[in-house]
Every structure is written in structure tokens, then in C-alpha cells.
């Protein structure tokens, strides 16, 4: 049987709802029979009729949906939140308190504190509550962390990631309310593009070193001054185990796409990958040549196998990234909770780490505690 | 309302099965309601199931199937032909006449007669006959094919294509039955390698120039002893234009993984393409820089637009590009029959190509006409 | 002691000559010590003066050069000819037989009978005759020759090359003189595109694989309707060894800049090597993964190493290939012959296979012995 | 006539040796007349014979060289210092004092002080002090310069680079006396990997842009726990004119060969070089697509046209990089000095900025003024 789904921002014409349907439907496990999908109550009610969601279950409003889903018998068995970052916190708690498992987007809130609370409620009421750091499902960074945790680049000396693009860089755009709200703290927070970017950069080192984020020290540039918040950030940090990180976040990198790479240095080992080639590693053990290995060669993990859809070197996207997020909850939906499916924990480690490199920056690059408290 | 969809192979652990499930579930446009999915009728009954398709209407076979649902109220709006090459032709032929649109895999059938038979049922019956070259799907091969057909790069006077892998290139796996009947004339029929992968590139050619392939020279290699059809092969062409054709394809080529591209060679321009990076051309007026075009940028034609999914540089992949094509399927089931969308009839051209080039090659590299008789 | 070194033609704005003149001086074995530059004998005189050649022996003519230069005491060692093709036949024989060492630009001879008679001069004379295929001089194309000699790819299958560049590619610009005498056959001969550029990679091929090349079957292509000889060339080959070839080379590939590689798959493994990026070959044990090569890397053969002159990563380039030609001229002069630098057989060998090639794509791509008759 | 020129240090066997040799003959510009090329003096006058240097002028020691060179009439025009970094200031002082000009290898110094001493020395004496900042003199980095310059990208707001490798990632090999020393302060000063690499990396941001360093944040570290001196660091720098840089340098990066790339951010463009493909740039005009430039191309500026060699696409490497800093060494001597020459003003400013480094890392990250006292 197909699991209920219900789907809340992600509306006609959003960046990252196609990815989510795609996810979703992908591997036949959900159906979308729910939605508020837009924060215009008309358009998002008649976008959830053309995508098949009854009349009934089309909403307007999260609120509406809430109440109405509660308590029915074919209840959602997962809300997914794609709404802007400031509501996260909100219709996150609110779905999770009323029973329902829930993926949300990321950042998963604003502050520590609801980053925390989050975590909490998810852990009373016994429900998931993942995060969409989607990059982390694809086949070969799954591979990658099964690399560090089986020895194949021994000990992490060093991770270095970007996930820098230029699409903001150009300043006659900034004043575009599309752009200028990521830079405005009044809508954004305390962190333009490391919250928006970076975070999912910060994400994977730990995901693939197997290890946390314990300091950061950061620099911070708004190179478009008009900007209040940074587009350019520097964070430099250490692990629980010692290894050093470099991350470097940039929006204004014009002629970078999507900049998103990776690269982990290892006693015995080193690896890189990188999202606009995303079914390859380069992998080099010490005093040996570098390897290229593919997505769907023979004798990779059984992880990066189970997650891998067509023949070797037929590539996969995205949009497959996060179908495989979806992938694992449904299993963990029905009972399985897999290794590997970032959680209301990582949510909450990112804004501290955030809010840490926030406070690095402003006290010019001194070296700040970026555990959340919860974790001390 | 989803469309109802029938598969008929692409069973449990075959190669190209899980392409089409991604494919025809991800936009949401079709269900999996019936299907004849394995040689095994048990194996097939079974994982239909577990694949959500209703006990009844998970057959063992497809003519049982074809007896069940030709008559049915909720009758199958498309079938999927995903089996053994040397079944297409029947299976396909059955299901056009009993009244059902299908998408055959390629290649459509085995020799130019059934081909042409093929083009006669479907016309006749007034039914879809879609073949999968789902690689001109890709929104930057659409992209491509609308800058030729807008003059962007002048008069082809060029193309050069390649699918050459190295799968097959290891003599000690040759007597694996798994790979050893794709040489053997019995099963296999007139060619190997080309009808198996150079097909694709031809079509491509075809496909993105705008013109049909009208004579063939070629010369076919067996480099491992034991095989009696090709596993490499050169052939030149000429198109109805004038446009000169070049097409080498190999599955001895040891280090390729999925060597399928394409170059496009005109008066005023030239481009690049390659299926391992699917997101992106290289463009070169002439005269100036190579250009990289990205999937998703800004200004590319309204197809590219159309049958992407996500943001620039986000990369999306082979299951798409097959989605691409159950996208345009659905629209034809629909009523409106897309440019692009590959038929029978670009099934018939391969078949024709495909004897040409082997009594050319059998003629030691003599020119022979390409073109179906029903076309000349 | 330095050796004496003088120049025909490669006078100020040639192509070529910056090329011998930083090959031949790089290493400190030679002086340029006599020279006659240029068409224009006054501007090679002045040119020949400017670069620190004396009075006496700048030269306005290559006659006038041989005359003086045969009874020097001080003689030259050896004589470079940089002149066009048509020129090198005369001079070159008239330098052997006046005693000197040669290095002859490519294509050596316009005719088989040519090529035969600088072979049969060459041994008679005892002098050495070198061409200048200065690809097999990169210290990764002789480790690729190495590989396949100590059966590092087992039996070699099938060579694929190309050397194919857009350069010529703008019909605007086919009458400017410049480019119009390469396919104008009372300029360049029997053939354009494949004599100037397609028998490099003919070379490559013999010399990565060990082999010689038997026969051809070729077609030709003038895209550009003015031209009379080919700008466009297919040739499949086969060697004495069995081996299958395919050499691609066009100068209407607009977008391609100097798109000459090789690919060697053999039994047991493939490579990859491209002009643009000399110091890497791609190699791939049959079922494993692709591995990178460096160039400077420890474990590669002594002569690899011994051609290479700066640490790995750094990369070398085309001049200093032409420089590893002069090095084994050096040595050669001084009496070590060492294995690898080609010589009149080698260009007399392309030679032939030109011939084949026209002949062949003039017979409609029928196969065409491509072996000199001397060496049948 | 041929500018006379000698060489300290680059004796058989020394890593950067052939490459002043390569370039300082290249051109045929200079003669190696005299040297002291080894720390052993015998094996160092053996091999300046064996390079063709008269006896009389193969000297054991500098100091003999300097003594027996200062008054000589065919005195020497050039004296390049290529020996371990703590003889540098002595040598090249002396020289300079003895109204030689030299090209120092970097760094210049091991202190500020001393670099401020050689710039001194330097005006004072009236010669020139160069220093071998060799990448500066690839062709595409010129271009790159003159692009900024010329306002191609507009002011620039960032620039990002790198130099890291993995040749010192072994631990093993941590102890060999070839690796150890640059680690070890008594041997390599203040820093390790900064110094050895970062340093080209800086002069480069401020060669490109055009710009100063001002001040640096820095976080180091030992990665391999028995080294002293960092192998890995992480440098956050301002330019005077606003712009924001980052420089990641390591010797630990396992798989990458030669690391060292260099990206602008402007207002309306961005640009990327890499080492190991020196001959192309990859440029983005704000809002259009990548163009990729090439080293040969037409309407490139005439520093760029001036030091490129041979034709578009046939690649040139490092040792024409350093071959044409000694082309601008000659025209210097001869009278001309050109943009672009790194000189001692340059060794003086890295020098300020590794020791403001080292104190940041050591502060924490606190900013630092990177300006040479003497620039303040
Ligand atoms: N995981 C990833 O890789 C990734 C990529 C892009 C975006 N995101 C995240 O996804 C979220 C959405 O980003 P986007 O780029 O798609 O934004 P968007 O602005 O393109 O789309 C937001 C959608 O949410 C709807 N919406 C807004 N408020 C709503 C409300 N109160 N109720 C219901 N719908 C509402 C809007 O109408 C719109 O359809 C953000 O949190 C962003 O950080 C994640
Ligand atoms: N378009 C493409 O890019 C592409 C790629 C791969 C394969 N293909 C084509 O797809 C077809 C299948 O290839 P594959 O590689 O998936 O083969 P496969 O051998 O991996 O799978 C074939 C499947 O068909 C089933 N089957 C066989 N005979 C059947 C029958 N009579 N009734 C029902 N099911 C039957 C088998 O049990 C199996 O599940 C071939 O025609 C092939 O050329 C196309
Ligand atoms: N090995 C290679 O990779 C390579 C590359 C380019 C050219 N070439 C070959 O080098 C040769 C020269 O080609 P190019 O591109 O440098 O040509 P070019 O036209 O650029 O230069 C030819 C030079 O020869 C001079 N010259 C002409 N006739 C002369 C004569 N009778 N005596 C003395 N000098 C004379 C000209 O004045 C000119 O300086 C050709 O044979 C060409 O095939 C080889
Ligand atoms: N510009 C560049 O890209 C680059 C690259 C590599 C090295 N370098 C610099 O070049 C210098 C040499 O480095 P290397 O890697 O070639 O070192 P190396 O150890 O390989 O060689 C040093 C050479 O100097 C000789 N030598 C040592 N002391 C001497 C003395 N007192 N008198 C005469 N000769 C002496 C040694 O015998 C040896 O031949 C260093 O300063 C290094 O930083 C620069």
C-alpha cells in the first residue's frame, strides 16, 4: 500500500517543490493526497487539484490542513514543509506534536533554541522528523562515509567543502525582493548565505567523516554593500576527533554554478566529489594513483548500491537525491530506521554551528563553541 | 486522472525496468495498473504485487494479458514493451492492433519488413507507436536540436557520434550467456553492437540535425574471436541534406564507461555533447569561444524549458530523460502530439540503417542505401 | 661541445619554427649556427642575424647554404628542414647526400616513389634522416608505447585516434591564401586534412601499438564546396597484428582546437591520451577502475622518465616534445640510436598510407594495401 | 650577443635546476658561462663541466664565485640563487652589492627584515633583484591581469585560491630528511607549508588583481602530529582596495598532484586558471555563459600574444612560464623593464605576510597588518 502524503509550500513555480514530487513519486511508496501548497490559498488550492490532491484535501492555509488531518482515518503518514525558512519552526512542531512524521526543509529553524525544541518534541512524540539534506543521499556520498568508517583513507586529517555559485552576484538583481530577502535579517536571520548554503556543506563533512562540528572560526563579507547579511563566508573548523575543516560558501562566485564539492584527506587516503558530476568519486590511496570510481561499478557498498536505480555511469540527479531521502522514509515509516537519514539532530547541529560562525565573525575570527547546549 | 499503464518485461533485477517505473511515475502522469513483467510467469505474478499492481491484473504473460485487458471498462491507456529484442515485434504488433498505444524499446524489431509492419499497424489503427530513444528526451539534446532547426550553427555539414563502452570487453566474461547472446546471430539477429547501442547515436543524429540518414558504409569488427556479430563498428553515413555522418560505437573499449556523445559540426558553429555529463553543451560560434550552455539557464528554448525539472546546474539524469518521454506520452495519450517524441517510424529508419550497415560491411565498406523501401 | 645546428625555413612568423628553435636550444646540445630562414632571402638573412647567427652564414637560399656549408671544417651536425611540404623531398635528399643529419618536417615526401628514394639515400649516406613526429616524443605517449610492449593492455584490439580542429572551418575565410593551398592539390598533393594533421595520429597509432598499418579504407570529404581536396577524412585501418583502426580527422570540427587523442584497448585494458593535456593517460586494468597517470610519477619506465624534465603536475607541453626529439637527435649524432625517434621508414610509411587512403575513398572506401612496396 | 648568466644551487638531481636551465636557454637569450650548482663542491664543479661551463668558472662554493667573477671583463650579466631558502639572503645580497642582478628563487627571505634589506640593497646598487614567481608569466595569467586591469570584470570583490598537493600526506615518509626539514623550524623558519606554497599563491592574488595585501587571519595546522611548523593552513586576507581573499595551501591534500588555482570575483565577471591546464581561462561575464578562453587565441593583449610560443591548443608549461621571466630578465638587463617582473618589493611583501600569518594562527585568527613596515 501506498503511504499518504501531504505537502506544505512548494507551490507552482517554487524552486525546490518539483524536487519533492519527483522524490515522492518516484519509487511508487507515496501517494499526494494532501496539500496547502502555496502562501496564496487559492492558487495553492487549485495547484493541488491539477496534481490529482481531492478537492478536500487541497488547502490553503497549514492551519486548515492540521486540523482537518488530524483526525481522519487515512491519516498522512508524512508532511513534507517546503515553505520559507521562517516557518519551518512553526508547522514543523505543529505537525510533529499532532502525530504526524515530518521532512522538513532546511534550514529546519531559525534559532538553537527552536532548533532544540524541535528535537524534543520529535523525540516525545516518537515521531520522525527529518531534514531535506538531500545531498547526502546520493549514491556515492553514501559511499564516501562507508569509505571513512571502514578505514579506506584511515584516520580524517582534513575536509575541505564549498558550496559556493554566483547567482547573486550580480548587483543590479539585488534589489529583487527574490534576492534581497536572503540578505535581510529581518527575513533571513542572522546568516544569509552560510544558512542557505553552507549548512549543507557543514552537513556533509560530518555525515561523511562520521564525526561533529565542535568550533568554528568564520569571515564574513557582504561583497554587494547594500547587503546587511554575508554572501561570501569563510568557516574554519574542528571536529570532535580533531580533523581540521575548511568551508568556504560564496554567492557571488560568478560563473560557479552549483559549486557544491567535497574533499576529504585521510592518513591513507584522499577523495573528492562533486555535486555537477555527482556519480563519480576520485578517489586516491597514499602513494598510489587517483581512481575514478563511478556509481554503479561492482564491489561498491551495499548503501550505495541500494540507492543506485540504472546501470553504471547512466547518470542520476538531483531530483533521485531525494527520492532517496523519500526512500528511506518510507522505511522508516514502516519500521526500518536506516543508518544515513539526516535528522531533527543535524537540523539542530547546523544552526548552532550557524549561529557559532555568526559570532566567530562578529568577534573577527575568534574560535566559538558551535555544539548546540542540548549536546555539551 | 492518472493514466492507466501496463508493463509488459522489465522484470525484478533486469537492467532498464526500473528506468521506466522512475520514468512513468515521477510526473505523476501514470499508475502502474497491470503487467506481464517477467520470462518467469511466477517470478513476474509476484513482483507486480509487491509493485502495488493488483493480484488480477498481474499476469504471467503477455498474452494472457493482452486476452484480459483488451476488454476491460479501465482499459490500459499504454503499454510498455521492455523484453528481449526479438519479442518486440509480436508483442508490440498484438497490442497496437487490440487498440493500445505503446512504447516499445528499441530496437523496435528485428528486421526492416517488421518495422515497416509495424509503421502500417500503427497507422491503421491510429495508435501511438513511441520507440525509447529517451536520450534525445534530454532537455540539452532538445536544445540542441531547436539551435540546429533555428539556424544557430548554419548547415550541418558534420556529425560525428559515438556509443562506445567497454562492458563487453573482457574475453573471459564473453561465454557468459548473459553477454554471449548479444554476438550470437540466433538471438541476436544480423548485428551486435550497433543494433544494440549504435542505434541510439544514429537516431540522435537524425534526431538533432533535423535529416535522415540516407546511405551507410561500415566496417564491423569481432575483436573477440568467439563472436560471430560485431562488437565494434565504424559507420560513415550521408543524410538526404548532404550532411556528412561519422558513428563509431564498441563494447570492447575498455576504460569507456557509457561513451555515447555527439558533435555537430556546421557552417557557423559547432556543438558537443556527452551523455555522461547530460547537463551541458559546448557551443562555439565560429569565429569566437566556446561557450557552456547549462540546463536551466536562462534563455534556452521553450522544449529545454519545458522538460527540465530543477534549477541550473542541479543535475538531473537518464531516469529523467526517460520521464521525459512518458511525459510526452502522456500529452499524446491526451491529444496533443509533441515534436520530438520518437515513433514508429524512427524505429523502421534504425532497422533500416542497421541491414544497410551490415551488408555494407559484409560488401567490404561498399555504400548502401539506408532507407526503408516504404520511404524512398 | 655543442653541436652545430642549422635551419631551412621556420623563418619569423612561421608556425613551426619558435617550436625547433626552443626544442633545439632548450637542452644546450645545439647552436644554431647556419640558416637559411626564409622565402624571402633577405628577411631570413636579417632573422637568421637576429638570432645570433653570423653574417657568413645566414643564408637567402638553401642551395646557397649546402654549397657553403659542405666543406666547412666546422660543419654543421644537423640541418632542419621547417620549409613547406613540397620542398622537403629536394632538400632533405640533397643535405643526406651531402653528408648531414636531417630532421625532416612532416609529411617528409609528397610521393611513395619520394619516400622510398630519402629511405634508400638515408642508408646509403649513413646519415641519419629523423621526421618530426614530435607527439611520440611526450614522455606519456612513450610510457603508453611502453605499456602495450610489456603487454600492460595484452594483445591490442583496436586503436581509435583523431586529430581533428575547427581552424579551417570558416568558408569565409577558405580563399584566403593562408589556408586555400592546403586543399588545392597543385599546392598540397593528392590530399589535404589527412596528410597535414591525420597522419600524426596515423604515426601514433603504429608507434603506441608496435605495429604497422597494412591496409585502409577511407572517406573523404570536402565540406567546404571550393575545396578540392578533402578538409574531412574517416580511414579505418588494420595492422599486421591483426589490430582494427579508426582515425578521425577533420579541420571543420569548429569548437575543437587540437583535438588529437588516442585510445588503446586491448585485451586486458585501455588508455587514453589527449594532445591538449599530454601529461595524463587514462588507464583502465579490464575490470577495474580507470586510474589516472601523471606524468613524473614514480614507477613509470625509464624512457617516460627520462623525458620529462620537471617535477609532477607540472606540466610540459609541445615544445619541449619537439625538444625530446632533439635530445635523441643529440644522442643519435653522437652515436646512440635509441628506440622511439622516427625516421624516414616512418615517413615514408605515412606516405603510402595517404596514397592508400585517396585511393581508397576515391574506390568508394574499398580496401587499398597501404604498405610502401619496399616493404611488402 | 648572449647575455652571460650563472646559476647558485639547481645542481644534478635539484627539483627546480632544470627548469632555470630550460628557460634561461630557451630563447637563446643567455649562456650558462659559470656556477656553483651543489652544496658538494666537487660534484658541483663536475656537473657546471658537464653543462658546458669552463673549468675556470665551475666553481665549488659562492663565495669562490663571487670573488672570481667580480672582476672579470666578460663578467657575469645574471646570477640566479636556486639553493635552499636560508641562503637566499645571504647570496643574493652579496651579489646585488657586488653589482650583479639576480633572480632569486622564493621566498626572497626568511625574515622581513631581511626582505627589507634586499629591497634596500636592491635600489641602492641600481640592479635588479627578481624573484621567481614563475606562474605570474603564463600567458593566461597576464591576460588575466590585463582583464582586470582593463575593467573586464569590474572592481573585483574576491579571489579565491589555492596551492595544495598531497606529496607530504605520508606519515611514514614524514621522517625522510627530503620532507622532514621543511617542517622543522631550525631549517625552514617560521612556516612550512605557507612559505613553501602559499606564497605563490598570494603573489598571484595580488599579481591578477592588481591589488596589495593588507592584513590576514589565518588558521594552521599539523596535520601530521611531529611536524613543528604547519602543513596545512587556511589564509582569509583584505587588498587595500576592499578586496576580500581566501588562500587554502596544504601538503597533506592526498590526490591532488599540483593544486594551485586561483579564481576572480569582480562586479561583472569571474575567471578561474588551474595550474595543471595553464593554457586555458575559464571567463564569466555576469549573467552570460562560461567562455573558455585559450592561450593563442586571437585579440588575447599583447603580454599575453608576447609570451605565448606556439600555436592556440598546442600546450605550453612550466618551464616556458619560467622561461619567460627570463625573457623579461633580458630585456630588463638590456634596458627595458617590463610590467609584470616580480622583483624584490614582491619577495618582501610575501615575507610580511607569512610572518603576519603565523602570528594571526597563533593569535587565534586575529587579524594582522601584512604590510612590510617599510610600505606602512
Ligand atoms: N534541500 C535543498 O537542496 C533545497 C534547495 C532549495 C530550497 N530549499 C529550501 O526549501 C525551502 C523553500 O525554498 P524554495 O527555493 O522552494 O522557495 P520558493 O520561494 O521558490 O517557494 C516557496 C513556496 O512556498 C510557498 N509558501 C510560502 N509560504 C507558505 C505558507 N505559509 N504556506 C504554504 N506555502 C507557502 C510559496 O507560495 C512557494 O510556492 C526553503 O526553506 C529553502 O531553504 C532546499
Ligand atoms: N533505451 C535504452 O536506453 C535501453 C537501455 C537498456 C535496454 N534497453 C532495451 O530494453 C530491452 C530490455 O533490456 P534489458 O537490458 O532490461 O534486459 P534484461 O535482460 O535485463 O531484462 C529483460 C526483462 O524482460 C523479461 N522478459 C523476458 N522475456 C519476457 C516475456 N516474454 N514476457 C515478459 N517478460 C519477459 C525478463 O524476465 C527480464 O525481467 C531490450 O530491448 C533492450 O535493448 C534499452
Ligand atoms: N610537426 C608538427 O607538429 C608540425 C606543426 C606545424 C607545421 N609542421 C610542418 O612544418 C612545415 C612548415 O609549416 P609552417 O606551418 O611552419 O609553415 P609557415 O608557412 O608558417 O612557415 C614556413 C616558413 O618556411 C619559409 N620558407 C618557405 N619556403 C622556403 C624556402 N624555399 N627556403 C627557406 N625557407 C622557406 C617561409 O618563409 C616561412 O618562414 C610544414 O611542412 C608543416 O607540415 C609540422
Ligand atoms: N619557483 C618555483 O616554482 C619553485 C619550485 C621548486 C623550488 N623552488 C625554490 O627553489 C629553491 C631550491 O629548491 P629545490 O626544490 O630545487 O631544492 P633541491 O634540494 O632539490 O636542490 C637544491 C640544490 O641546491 C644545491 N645547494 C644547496 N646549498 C648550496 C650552496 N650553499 N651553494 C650551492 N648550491 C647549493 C644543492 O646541492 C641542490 O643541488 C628553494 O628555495 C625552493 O623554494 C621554487
Redesign the pocket.
Known amino acids: 500500500m501506498k503511504l499518504n502524503w501531504g505537502m506544505?509550500?512548494?507551490?507552482?513555480?517554487?524552486?525546490?517543490?518539483p524536487?519533492h514530487r519527483l522524490g515522492a513519486l518516484a519509487d511508487g511508496n507515496f501517494s499526494l493526497v494532501a496539500g496547502?501548497?502555496?502562501?496564496?490559498a487559492k492558487?495553492?488550492r487549485a495547484y493541488a487539484q491539477r496534481l490529482g490532491v481531492a478537492p478536500d484535501r487541497a488547502y490553503g492555509?497549514?492551519r486548515e490542513m492540521l486540523a482537518a488531518e488530524r483526525d481522519r482515518e487515512d491519516r498522512l503518514d508524512l508532511v513534507t514543509v517546503?515553505?520559507?525558512?521562517s516557518?519551518?519552526f512553526e508547522?514543523t512542531k505543529a505537525f510533529l506534536e499532532a502525530g504526524f512524521h515530518v521532512l522538513c526543509?532546511?534550514?529546519m529553524t531559525m534559532t538553537v533554541e527552536e532548533g532544540e525544541e524541535i528535537v524534543r518534541v520529535s523525540r516525545a512524540s516518537n515521531r520522525i522528523c527529518a531534514v531535506?539534506?538531500?545531498?547526502s543521499a546520493y549514491p556515492m556520498v553514501r559511499e564516501m562515509r562507508h569509505m571513512v568508517a571502514t578505514g579506506q583513507v584511515g584516520k580524517v586529517r582534513l575536509v575541505v567543502t564549498n558550496f559556493s555559485h554566483g547567482h547573486h552576484g550580480n548587483a543590479e538583481d539585488a534589489d529583487n525582493p527574490?534576492v534581497r530577502w536572503r540578505y535581510d535579517p529581518a527575513m533571513a536571520g542572522v546568516s544569509g548565505q552560510f544558512a542557505?548554503c553552507g549548512i549543507?556543506a557543514l552537513h556533509m563533512a560530518s555525515f561523511v567523516v562520521g564525526d561533529q562540528v565542535d568550533r568554528v572560526s568564520a569571515d564574513f563579507a557582504s561583497t554587494i554593500p547594500s547587503r546587511m547579511l554575508e554572501d561570501d563566508a569563510m568557516v574554519n573548523f574542528r571536529m570532535t576527533g580533531g580533523t581540521v575543516g575548511r568551508l568556504w560558501t560564496s554567492s557571488v562566485a560568478i560563473g560557479r554554478q552549483h559549486g557544491f564539492d567535497i574533499q576529504i584527506f585521510g592518513e591513507t587516503g584522499g577523495m573528492r566529489w562533486a555535486s555537477e558530476q555527482p556519480n563519480q568519486v576520485f578517489y586516491t590511496p597514499v602513494g598510489e594513483r587517483t581512481q575514478i570510481m563511478e556509481k554503479g561499478e561492482s564491489g561498491l557498498s551495499d548503501e550505495a548500491a541500494r540507492l543506485s536505480r540504472v546501470a553504471i555511469a547512466h547518470p542520476e540527479g538531483?531530483p533521485l537525491a531525494?527520492a532517496n531521502i523519500y526512500v528511506d522514509l518510507a522505511a522508516a515509516i514502516r519500521g526500518e530506521l536506516r543508518d544515513g537519514l539526516p535528522l531533527a539532530e543535524d537540523g539542530l547541529r547546523s544552526m548552532a554551528a550557524v549561529h557559532a560562525a555568526v559570532a566567530s565573525a562578529k568577534a573577527d575570527g575568534a574560535w566559538v563553541d558551535a555544539r548546540p547546549p542540548m549536546f555539551r
Open positions: 506544505i509550500g512548494g507551490g507552482e513555480g517554487s524552486q525546490i517543490g524536487a496547502a501548497l502555496d502562501a496564496d492558487k495553492g492555509d497549514w517546503a515553505t520559507p525558512n516557518t519551518h508547522i526543509e532546511k534550514p531535506n539534506y538531500c545531498y527574490r542557505d549543507h538531483f531525494v
